[in-house]
């Protein structure tokens, strides 16, 4: 079964500048998150995806973070401007969602993001 | 505000040795628990996950987890540990209601010395 896609799997942009990640999901799978892991810490939910609609977003910066899934399938996570903090790992997760149950989430080999 | 905590940031341990990492969480009505590893390079991978029965769950690679609900804990264990088992540990969440999200604790790292 292939698992979580993501690109780039890294990048370097200068602060100010912008940047796009790619997911692509777990066939099947109506649940996508992205996440940040900053080094040190673990991974924050940015954003969380039920088949093309948004489940929840309260911890994405939405002056500078945007994130879409417009067929409901892939997802794209974009950064503009970019700013020092920003470095970290962005985790591309999916899950099956059945009401009332927890399932397990799968994560990507994530995207690393270095901005200088 | 749900969160989790993972009390050892590093741990150092020789071959052969018992390793347990501690894991408490908030309250938040029903939780389920889980244990992800990140080797290095590599991506989280689920160990084992706890939603309800029996409280002591067995994951992959002779890991295990004790459920303690009084003690609000979920710590993981393994009796004897390998080289291999060099790697980040995470504990999370999944609070009921809370739309399947996952809220993970700061992560313990683990190196194992021959």
């Known amino acids: 079964e292939a698992g979580v896609a993501q690109s780039p799997r890294y990048k370097i942009i200068e602060k100010r500048q912008s940047v796009a990640f790619w997911c692509n999901p777990i066939?099947?799978?109506?649940?996508l998150y992205w996440y940040q892991q900053i080094l040190g810490q673990g991974p924050k939910l940015l954003i969380q995806f039920q088949n093309n609609g948004v489940v929840d977003d309260s911890q994405l910066p939405k002056d500078r973070f945007s994130a879409e899934r417009l067929k409901g399938v892939d997802s794209t996570l974009k950064i503009q401007p970019a700013k020092l903090e920003d470095s970290a790992v962005y985790l591309c997760a999916s899950s099956f969602f059945t009401i009332g149950s927890g399932n397990t989430i799968y994560f990507g080999e994530g995207s690393w993001l270095t901005v200088v | 505000a749900q969160s989790v905590s993972q009390h050892n940031h590093h741990v150092i341990l020789s071959e052969a040795a018992s390793l347990e990492l501690g894991c408490n969480y908030s309250y938040g009505g029903t939780v389920n628990l889980f244990w992800y590893v990140q080797y290095p390079g590599q991506h989280l991978q689920l160990l084992l996950k706890?939603?309800?029965?029996?409280?002591l769950v067995k994951g992959i690679k002779g890991f295990e987890a004790e459920f303690i609900k009084s003690k609000f804990s979920f710590n993981l264990r393994k009796p004897s540990v390998q080289w291999s088992d060099t790697a980040e540990y995470f504990c999370?969440?999944?609070?009921?209601?809370?739309?399947?999200?996952?809220?993970f604790g700061t992560g313990t790292q683990l190196k194992v010395e021959l």
């Open positions: 066939s099947g799978h109506a649940t």
């Open positions: 706890y939603f309800s029965g029996d409280p």
């Open positions: 999370a969440a999944q609070y009921k209601g809370g739309g399947n999200k996952l809220t």
